[in-house]
């Protein structure tokens, strides 16, 4: 799961815990009118570049058993767990890419006025959850 973070009114290059501490929410009552939010689930076995969906992917014809033989065999000796330089590279590339889409979602919606949803696109629904604290200790 990845999830980018935006705070109306906070501009642009400035981050939100400047603005708003535990301190000014829980004990001044002041806290961001509005938390624009955008939640993206990946699914691990494959959108993620992990050694272990790679082998997982080639081992398909294995029944169940024999899988569970493999892991139990692998479990005592965790030096075959250890990932290689090639997929630390390659698991590396593929998180700094997200984090440039993150980026490059944050960028456009100050362009936009730092208004609506942080991504457009087919597929992406907007929920707005309404949350309001009931005085200094509403948090109880």
Known sequence: MDVTIAYPGIPKGKYGHDYYTLRSIFMDGIATPEVVCHVRLFNVQRDVP????????????????QRREAATAAAKRPDLLEASEEDKS?????LRERWAEKDAWLEEWHDRGGKG???????????????????????L
């Open 90 to 94: 390659v698991f590396d590339s593929w």
């Open 50 to 65: 992990l050694r272990a969906n790679r082998t997982q992917q080639q081992e398909n014809g294995m029944t169940l058993q």
């Open 117 to 139: 949803a942080l991504v457009r696109g087919e597929n992406i629904e907007e929920v707005v959850f309404p949350i309001q604290m009931k005085g200094a200790i509403g948090f």
